[in-house]
């Protein structure tokens, strides 16, 4: 996803997301989502905001509401105690702690790949001990507006048999 102007209501799915998305699903893949949003702990959104945003999200890539999302809104230097955590700061990328988490919730162990476009996305995949491939490498080419501030959505998803 794109962020114009880095304002957090206002996003828009990058072209191809959704299409390579449901036709990963249809292949029998499993899709999730990982995400930081330190915003909350540092009290520029709402856990309710966040919630909202990736319910939007999850409509907008034609994913089913259902799909799992691990989400780490903790930060070591949060605004608000309750948001500093050490066990849930620790679920932060670049730990893969969050993929651990979404790897046991649809039960695949081997054979994943994790799509992100930050170097934290790397640091966790490799934590996490799975492949990593960039998003833009993933995906299919778009091309990017003057500020783009891009906020991924992340996939967990098992590759085709014949991708090395």
Known sequence: METPNRRYASWQVLPGRPEMLRSLREQGHRVAIATNHAGVAFGHVTESQVA???????????????????????????????????????????????????????????????????PDDRRAARDARVAFRLADDFFPPFVAGPADDRDPAVTLARPPLNDT
């Open 52 to 118: 909202r945003k990736i319910d939007a999200v999850l409509a907008a890539l034609g994913l089913p509401g259902d799909t799992p999302v691990a989400v780490c809104v903790a930060h070591p230097q949060a605004k608000a105690y309750r948001y500093m955590n050490p066990v849930e700061v620790a679920r932060r990328k670049p730990s893969g702690t969050m993929l651990r988490e979404l790897m046991e919730t649809v039960g695949i162990h081997e054979g994943v790949v994790y799509v992100g476009d930050q």
